[in-house]
């Protein structure tokens, strides 16, 4: 009887009847083999998943590292140091302050190296910088010229010079740009009158940003030839964390909180400059008694929020947020111990031994988690 298709349930099938149409094989063996094949190649595929997800654990931020040979060179040693020296550095003297401090901007300047030669470092050095923010109150000013008189300027992300040269200047030494951003850099920033010498990447080797930035860096490497290109290690990334954590005593983790690209700036110019002049950057507390300004946020863009709407609102965000009014804290005691100075507006800057930080989020969390 030749064999039919029967959609019954396997028990009960009439003789010569099979619930496929394909005909009937023997076993090759006595045993099942093909059973125990089909078993091997199961287990054989598991062990396969169980290796790989095992090496992508073992291979994970937190535990490459923890390889290196130099532990002062690891991110375990960095987070490890984090819960030592967080809030460890209001009772130091400031001659000790500065001392740790630039130990650990020369400790991250070893961590900037060249896209097309890894083992090349970031080697240029400037004595006098301009360091010139996004901020929308640069359209108050015609600053441009004072801007470029510096030896070297330094600017942020994606924010252009074609169009306001009058307010901030006509050029371009080092950009600054957060992985996130690099797909925002256009021609004009690139090329032409409005080219960048070198563009300083941040975060586009920490594997959990994924490998999208760090190909479409080296897809711009190969169309502007002219420009040089460095991005900072994985675990240099790390050290910026702990610089902000140590400083301010406020844990990343349990503040949910995001660091700028600002900030990498500024840490950036401390060690690269002898002199630094911040543009268009206001104080911590400049919204408080100027609650109604109606400087933009961007001087190229117009955002639903004024500058100060903006900054509020991230100092108040509860997770994932950008504690830009924190971060300016912290500038005001670099200023207190480097070369450097804010103009339009002007900081009320002192020289005492040490400067406390002073915002609304930082006085929230020093309630919420007291220090022991």
């Known amino acids: 009887m030749p064999y039919k298709s029967y959609n019954r349930p396997l028990t009960g099938i009439p003789p010569g009847y099979r619930r496929y149409a394909e005909p009937h094989t023997k076993s090759l063996c006595c045993c099942g083999c093909p059973n125990i094949f089909a078993a091997i190649l199961l287990y054989g595929m598991l062990a396969t998943i169980f290796m790989v997800a095992f ?9 490459q590292y923890e390889r290196d040979k130099d532990p002062f060179n690891s991110k375990t040693y960095y987070r490890r140091k984090t819960k ?78 074609i169009g ?49 930035a760090m190909s479409k860096l080296k897809m711009l490497m190969r169309q502007y030839l002219q420009t040089k290109w460095f991005s900072l290690k994985d675990v240099g990334e790390e050290k910026v964390n702990v610089i902000f954590e140590s400083e301010t005593g406020i844990s990343r983790a349990k503040s949910h909180t995001w660091l700028s690209t600002g900030l990498f700036t500024m840490l950036f110019a401390l060690q690269a400059c002898d002199n630094v002049t911040v543009y268009g950057m206001v104080d911590e507390n400049y919204c408080k008694a100027n609650a109604d300004t109606e400087a933009p946020y961007h001087y190229w863009e117009n955002l639903p929020w004024n500058e100060c709407e903006f900054l509020n609102m991230h100092e108040k965000e509860k997770k994932q947020g950008h504690r830009y009014l924190t971060e300016k804290a912290l500038y005001r005691r670099f200023a207190s111990m480097f070369n450097l100075k804010f103009r339009y507006p002007e900081w009320n800057l002192t020289n005492g031994s040490q ?5 609304p989020f930082r006085e929230k969390y020093m309630k919420e988690h007291p220090q022991r």
């Open 84 to 161: 030592e020296d967080i809030g460890l550095y209001e009772p130091k003297q400031k001659e000790e302050h500065l001392e740790e401090l630039k130990r650990r901007l020369a400790d991250l300047r070893d961590d900037y190296r060249d896209i097309k030669d890894l083992k090349k470092k970031y080697y240029s050095r400037c004595k006098t910088c301009s360091l010139v923010t996004s901020s929308g109150r640069l359209l108050f000013h015609q600053a441009g010229e004072e801007i470029d008189s510096a030896e070297c300027v330094i600017r942020m992300n994606n924010a252009p010079v």
């Open 355 to 359: 400067v406390d930080i002073n915002s």
């Open 164 to 212: 306001y040269e009058e307010y901030v200047g006509k050029r371009t030494t080092t950009r600054i740009v957060c992985f996130r951003s690099v797909a925002n850099l256009r021609k004009s920033m690139l090329a032409g009158k409005g080219h960048t010498d070198e563009v300083v990447v941040w975060g586009a080797e920490n594997p959990s940003h994924g490998r999208w």
């Open 55 to 63: 090496i992508c654990f073992t291979a994970s931020p937190g535990h």
